[in-house]
Each structure stands twice: as structure tokens, then as C-alpha cells.
């Protein structure tokens, strides 16, 4: 990963933007997080947004709430993992709680059901356009391809657990990897 820019953004900035990421993408937010740091503030590479983003799904805990401490924090330090945390989920928490008041009024109207069938589909769709372009910086990478297609195959075609399917292949993959002496 390059060093983090000169100019590294503010509190408020990391705050504001995950902020909009965390109210714009609600349900789904990492189609948003990649655009607002890969391309609109260019705070990362491509390429080093699929890194940071591969090790923020080992670590415990949702991967979007990972990154934005773990992006924050290579700016900012601590005082940035926390503005970016507290940005990516004040927002949504708040909206929860409101929608979980009307929906326990309104759970039994039959649109609101519908609605929620057509955000789900929506929500579908963002994550496969998110995973298509997460995966883009692998297509010169064959031996990450074969990863990525053995990973897909024995969670979702074999069914086997994930953490097996992690400890099989996380090994192999660095092995893969690693640089010849």
C-alpha cells in the first residue's frame, strides 16, 4: 500500500464523507464507500481499496465498519478511525430506530411489505456491481482469480462453511503469492 496522501483529510472530512456514505447506502453501503474513496476523493488506489478491503473481511465485525477504522485511522489515527466510525453509523442507527417504530405500527399493511421485497432486490443488485468492480484489479492476476473462483465455489456451490473455506485457502493464497528467491 503507497503511504497515505501529504495532505491526508480532516476529522471532518473523514466524519462528513462516511457520514453521506452511511445515510446514502443504508442497507449496502460499500457500492458507496468505494466510490466516495476510490474515486471521488481518491484517498485510495483501486487497487489498494481491494486490499485494505480483503483484510477488513478477516477482522471480526461488519467489513465497511472495519475499513472506515481502518481507513480513518491511517490518516488520522485514532482520533480518525473514530470520526470515521461515528459518521458511517450515527446516521443509519438514528434511522433504524425511527423505522423500527413504524414499522411496528405499520407491519401489517400489505404495501409495506412490498416495499420492502423491492428494496431488497435493489440492494441485491448493488452488492453483485460492488463485487464485479472490487474485482476488477484481479483480472491480471490469474492466481487470484483461481482464489477468488475456488472461494465462490465452496461457499456457494459446495456449501461448505466460510471459516473452513478461509483457513484452506487464506494459506494457499499467500503461498501462491508470495514473491520467488
Given amino acids: 500500500m503507497t503511504p497515505p496522501p501529504v ?4 476529522l471532518s472530512s473523514l466524519f462528513a464523507n462516511f457520514a453521506a456514505v452511511g445515510l446514502l447506502g443504508f442497507g449496502g453501503v460499500l457500492p458507496f464507500a468505494r466510490r466516495m474513496i476510490v474515486e471521488r ?3 485510495l488506489s483501486a487497487a489498494e481499496f481491494t486490499d485494505l478491503l480483503a ?11 472495519n475499513l472506515s477504522v481502518a481507513l480513518g485511522g491511517r490518516f488520522r489515527g485514532p482520533a480518525g478511525a473514530l470520526a470515521a466510525v461515528s459518521g458511517l453509523l450515527g446516521g443509519p442507527v438514528a434511522v433504524v430506530i425511527v423505522l423500527g417504530a413504524v414499522y411496528g405500527r405499520y407491519a401489517s399493511v400489505p404495501w409495506v411489505a412490498h416495499m420492502l421485497g423491492g428494496l431488497a432486490a435493489a440492494a ?4 453483485l456491481a460492488t463485487a464485479l468492480r472490487i474485482a476488477a484489479p ?3 492476476r490469474p492466481v487470484a482469480i483461481g482464489v477468488a ?6 461457499v456457494a456451490v459446495l456449501r461448505l462453511p466460510l471459516l473452513l473455506v478461509l483457513l484452506v485457502l487464506a494459506p494457499a493464497a499467500m503461498l501462491l503469492q508470495r514473491p520467488s528467491a
Fill in 7 to 10: 495532505d491526508p483529510p480532516r
Fill in 149 to 154: 473462483v475456488a472461494a465462490l465455489a465452496g
Fill in 41 to 43: 476523493r481518491r484517498w
Fill in 138 to 140: 484481479l483480472r491480471r
Fill in 55 to 65: 483484510l477488513c473481511q478477516f477482522l471480526p465485525g461488519p467489513n465497511v465498519v
Fill in 124 to 127: 441485491s443488485g448493488l452488492v
